[in-house]
């Protein structure tokens, strides 16, 4: 019963480093999601994917860039970190109806 | 526009006491409609949900729901608040057509204390 798997939990990163975050899920859905979450912010979507091989920009894109090579795995990039990337990233599977979120991971860009 | 209102940031309510979370949406159309909660350092749980019908939902936990259409409201209601409560509650609207088909709305969260 894995559901939604994060990698990894914790990262800190120096300014411009680059990092992926890997999400895999395990229930054949068909949507993913990438989400940051930031104080007093609620969750926004970063990028999202309607199927393997297709990807969207949500409400706050700039920075970020995804990829869905397989249906079960959905990454997010940051090529060149920035103080203002520290958040905490949940990523969330569906199938149209119910998002299901992984555990998350707290990331710190000093 | 999508977007949802969570009027109260932070609510304190002692145990055993009825506790109501409000939510405000603007959409379109008739949407989805959800209560996450998140405890300390976890990810997003499914409290209920509406899709249609009975606008009166259950949820997990005791917690329920009433959708009011002609008030955009959705709020969280449970008649007895148990310590174990304490947790940061998210009401989100979800996309049921077009461009907005699978994406989540979420409003910026309520945080409910509980005093022993």
């Known amino acids: 019963n894995a559901g939604v798997t994060q990698t990894p939990k914790f990262r800190v990163l120096k300014t411009g480093q680059s990092m992926t975050l890997l999400c895999a899920q395990d229930?054949?859905?068909?949507?993913m999601y990438w989400y940051r979450q930031d104080p007093g912010m609620g969750l926004r979507l970063i990028h999202y994917?309607?199927?393997?091989?297709?990807?969207a920009k949500g409400e706050v894109p700039d920075g970020y860039n995804v990829s869905r090579l397989k249906k079960q795995n959905f990454l997010l990039g940051l090529e060149s970190a920035a103080p203002s990337q520290t958040s905490v990233y949940f990523c969330?599977?569906?199938?149209?109806?119910?998002?299901?979120f992984g555990a998350g991971t707290r990331l710190s860009v000093l | 526009a999508q977007s949802v209102t969570q009027p109260d940031i932070h609510i304190t309510v002692s145990e055993g006491a009825s506790l109501e979370l409000r939510c405000n949406y603007s959409?379109?159309?008739?949407?989805?409609l959800f209560w996450y909660v998140q405890s300390p350092g976890q990810g997003l749980q499914l409290l209920l949900k509406y899709f249609s019908g009975d606008t009166l939902v259950q949820g997990i936990k005791g917690f329920e729901a009433e959708f009011k259409r002609s008030q955009s409201s959705f709020n969280l209601r449970k008649p007895s608040v148990h310590w174990s409560d304490a947790a940061e509650y998210f009401c989100?609207?979800?996309?049921?057509?077009?461009?907005?088909?699978?994406?989540?709305?979420f409003g910026r969260g309520t945080q409910l204390t509980v005093w022993p």
């Open positions: 969330a599977s569906s199938d149209l109806g119910i998002q299901y």
């Open positions: 989100a609207v979800g996309g049921n057509r077009g461009s907005t088909l699978g994406r989540l709305y």
């Open positions: 229930m054949n859905h068909e949507y």
């Open positions: 994917s309607v199927g393997e091989g297709t990807t």
């Open positions: 959409y379109g159309a008739t949407p989805y």
